[in-house]
């Protein structure tokens, strides 16, 4: 028996973050492409593209650098503020799983 957890952040009741949100991120910080992440966390670009919107507007700070295609391509590349927001949601993922894991085994002795 396993138990698990999610954990968001919301902002006047709107979603702003979450283990999705944060799996794009770290994936177009991998690929350096907007269009990548999106393809390999299976989304739309569009989709990918309102995400990073909605959570630049609600969090005001900018978390991806874009350059626009041209001769060389365009790209995305993650900012010191997205790169430290990451850092401290999967702090408080961690903080989270200890605690909801130690409980568990409180209750169920698993």
Do not use: C
Not at 59 to 85: H, M, P
Not at 86 to 107: A, Q, T
Request: cysteine-free.
């Amino acid at each position: 028996m396993d138990i698990k957890s999610k954990l968001w952040i919301e902002i006047d009741g709107e979603p702003v973050f979450g283990r999705g949100r944060s799996m794009l991120l770290k994936a177009i910080d991998r690929h350096g492409s907007i269009s990548r992440a999106a393809k390999e966390i299976n989304i739309s670009y569009r989709r990918a593209w309102s995400y990073i919107k909605a959570m630049e507007e609600r969090l005001g700070i900018k978390l991806v650098e874009r350059q626009s295609g041209g001769k060389d391509g365009g790209g995305a590349v993650l900012t010191q503020d997205a790169r430290d927001f990451l850092k401290k949601y999967e702090l408080m993922e961690e903080g989270i799983r200890d605690m909801v894991d130690k409980r568990f085994k409180g209750l169920f002795g698993k």
